[in-house]
């Protein structure tokens, strides 16, 4: 387990050295994620130990949102005084998100089964 | 009695105390779930975070206080955005055959999302810190406020966002896939996945495997493409 997480910490380090010297616009752990997949590619897929640890962070990650989520208490204001404007963008936004993303990839799996058939 | 509330005052200001009840708060959560069947409106992160919110309230404790304990938590997030390159990898097959048209939708759904939720946002004159912290609402948490944060806004504002938005989502996509005629489980998993993140793939991975597995590599993907395009966009929109 800590062998895994020094891998992932690794990962999140050389992801977080490359956006401070290239002024990246992705964060650290997003490069991370990106040079893991990369090294997976190219040398095989991660070992047991690696998956294990990965698998338990990932089956638990609500919990790590909870910290970030109670800072609600600190923002009651703001969201009180943006209420209206949040009420009407959330949703409407969410709902094209949904339609936008659902309906162009439904037309390319259709022309793709047509083409496999 | 007095030597009880001595006690309070101290370890009021103590990460133990804050890091435990965080803790303590996810296990009540996630029993309560577990009591409601894992309903679709049963969250164990929402739950955890009113219980835990509550008692900050109710106690009058600061969130810098909250936070000196609960941000051991908090740094885990780093290394567990990291991991989803396993469940990433696990799904390179698929994603390779169908890369164009997972890029292509996924791009274009999000950029819908964000864009239309930062357009409104700035025509009902909402402060600039209030619309960038919205831009990020549909990628998975921690990816969401890495890039608020580098982008000036506020990330815990975020992390609201991306909650409140992926309740909503949860409660409308049935009704949104029948009104816009998306039947495709593919479609429908990639949908679910760019709109409300791991929520979304949760709901998915109990009604379809495949469609949780396309809802599943879209937060990766969503969370890299979102950080791409969506500092250009704050600049192309002027805001």
Known sequence: MIRALAILLLCQLAGTVLQQALGLPMPGPVLGFVILVAVFLYRGGPGAELRETSQGLLKHMGLLFVPAGVGVVGELTVLKQNALALVIAIPVSTVLGLLVTGIIMQRFMRRADAADA | ?239
């Open chain 2, 1 to 239: 009695m007095h030597n009880f509330f001595h006690i309070w005052v101290y370890l009021r200001t103590q990460p133990l105390l804050w890091l435990t009840i965080t803790l303590c708060m996810w296990e009540v959560a996630r029993a309560i779930d577990i009591r409601a069947g894992h309903h679709a409106l049963s969250n164990p992160t929402v739950m955890a975070i009113v219980l835990t919110a509550a008692l900050l309230l109710l106690t009058h404790t600061s969130y810098q206080t909250y936070f000196s304990g609960a941000e051991y938590i908090q740094f885990l997030l780093g290394p567990a955005t990291v991991a989803l390159a396993v469940p990433m990898y696990a799904n390179w097959p698929v994603i390779k055959r169908n890369f164009l048209a997972i890029i292509v939708s996924l791009t274009a759904g999000s950029m819908v999302a964000a864009g239309s939720a930062m357009l409104i946002l700035r025509a009902l004159h909402a402060p600039r810190m209030v619309i960038i912290s919205l831009g990020p609402k549909s990628v998975t948490t921690p990816i969401a406020m890495g890039i608020a944060q580098d982008l000036g806004g506020n990330p815990s504002l975020t992390a609201v966002f991306v909650m409140i938005t992926a309740m909503f989502g949860i409660l409308v996509y049935p009704v949104v896939f029948r009104v816009g005629r998306v039947t495709d489980w593919r479609a429908r998993g990639l949908a679910a996945g760019v709109a409300m993140h791991g929520l979304g793939t949760a709901r998915m991975l109990t009604i379809d495997e495949t469609a949780g597995a396309f809802a599943g590599l879209a937060i990766g993907l969503n969370g890299v493409i979102t950080s791409l395009f969506l500092p250009v966009m704050i600049v192309v929109f002027g805001i």
